[in-house]
Structure formats: structure tokens, C-alpha cells
């Protein structure tokens, strides 16, 4: 069993719909992160948070929203999604954010996201 | 450029056949460098982490050893259940972001 939990497991939602994915960590961890993986491809980042502060946006398009309510939580919220961004959506954390400190980050187990 | 290459990019072994892993990277400024194990729809699973050449980590039948240019994870009497993706990952770089290898998929028969 992995220290940080994602939910839902699984989603399939069209492309007019707005759901989010929710991750919890309680380690004390002060860094968290919003990876995209595709089939057969390593991690992409796509957000990190470091001390609840948005530090890193590579880039991702706006139909993803990134939250931190509190340093336990992350969620993405999902608005307009295409069908090209089904994928393996992972949330991971750190003790701290990897410009202080490169401790490894530790991964939830995912969210298996298809859009029809 | 920062870079990480891992090779083979895919490895199959008998059971008990012993064999290494190659993780090659190029990245300014290396602050450290992590071994992780992804098995089908799951999160990647951390494994280790060395921080200076000459280090070596070991946990059960995996060892991970580390140079100024390369790591090895090796894996002495595999068994199938050490079947998995197996990805590095390195943190440094002008950024200071983690990259990550493309990883090694060990498939180990009986």
C-alpha cells in the first residue's frame, strides 16, 4: 500500500464535462506534484506545489486547475478535456521541494482518466 | 542538455539469471539519483536513492551502485515477481527538476 492515496481510481468522463482528481498524503510532506504518465512512457510533470504555493506550471494547459487546500491535499480539476489527454494522472509528495532538497518523491497509485 | 538513458529497454531473464541495468545521464550539477519499480497501473514504487559517486544501496536481491557518469542497478537471483518497469530518475539539471528515464521493463520466466 502506497502513503499517498488517489481517488478515483478510474474515470472516464466527456469532453463537456468538469470532474476533479483528489490526492492525500500525510506524511508532513511540504512539496506535492501532479505527474502524466501514457502507456509505455515515463512521469511528465505537470504542477508542484511547495509549501501550498503553486512553484512549477510546465506549461499544461488551462482545461487543467491545480488546487492545494491544505498541505495534506492536492486536486486537479478537469474542465474540457480532450481525448488525447487520457492517461495514468499520478500525485506524489516530498519532505521538502526538490530546490531545498532532492529527497525522492513517493507516488500514489493513480487515476486512470479516459475521455470519450 | 540534461539527459537520462536507460538501456536495455527491455530485459528478459531466466529465473535465477543474474544481470544489471544500465542508467546513463548527463545533468549539471547532480544532486542526487533515484531507482524506482512501476508495476502495470500502479505508481512508480521509490527503491533508492544515492547521492555521490562510489555510493551502493542494497534491499533484498537488488543492489544500486552509482558513478560521475552512470548507475547500475544489479539484480542477483531474480524471481518473477521482480518482474516490473524499472525507471531512473535524476534530480539536477539547470532546472532542478527530476528526469526521468524512459526505464528497463525486466521480465523474469520461471
Known amino acids: 500500500d502506497t502513503e499517498v492515496t488517489q481517488t478515483p481510481k478510474h474515470l472516464v468522463m466527456g469532453m463537456t464535462n468538469k470532474k476533479s482528481l483528489k490526492c492525500e498524503q500525510h506524511?508532513?510532506?511540504?512539496?506535492m506534484y501532479w505527474y502524466k504518465q501514457k502507456a509505455k512512457k515515463p512521469p511528465e510533470l505537470m504542477f508542484v506545489y511547495s509549501y501550498e504555493k503553486l512553484s512549477i506550471n510546465e506549461s499544461v494547459p488551462s482545461r487543467f486547475s491545480p488546487e492545494c487546500p491544505n498541505s495534506s491535499l492536492l486536486n486537479l480539476h478537469l474542465h474540457a478535456l480532450q481525448p488525447e489527454d487520457s492517461a495514468l494522472y499520478l500525485c506524489?509528495?516530498?519532505?521538502?521541494?526538490?530546490?531545498?532538497?532532492?529527497?525522492?518523491?513517493?507516488f500514489g497509485n493513480g487515476t486512470r482518466l479516459t475521455v470519450t | 542538455e540534461d539527459q537520462v538513458t536507460q538501456s536495455p529497454e527491455a530485459l528478459r531473464l531466466q529465473e535465477g539469471e543474474s544481470s544489471s541495468l544500465n542508467c546513463s545521464y548527463t545533468v549539471s550539477g547532480l544532486r542526487g539519483l533515484f531507482w524506482y519499480r512501476q508495476d502495470p497501473g500502479k505508481g512508480p514504487e521509490f527503491l533508492f536513492t544515492?547521492?555521490?559517486a562510489g555510493e551502493e544501496k542494497e534491499k533484498e536481491r537488488l543492489k544500486a551502485t552509482l558513478t560521475k557518469k552512470e548507475s547500475f542497478l544489479h539484480i542477483t537471483a531474480p524471481k518473477p515477481e521482480d518482474s516490473a518497469t524499472y525507471l531512473c530518475a535524476v534530480h539536477g539539471g539547470s532546472q532542478g527538476n527530476l528526469i526521468f528515464g524512459k526505464g528497463t521493463k525486466l521480465s523474469v520466466k520461471p
Open positions: 506524489a509528495s516530498s519532505q521538502r521541494p526538490g530546490q531545498q532538497d532532492p529527497s525522492p518523491l513517493h
Open positions: 544515492l547521492y555521490s
Open positions: 506524511m508532513g510532506h511540504r512539496a
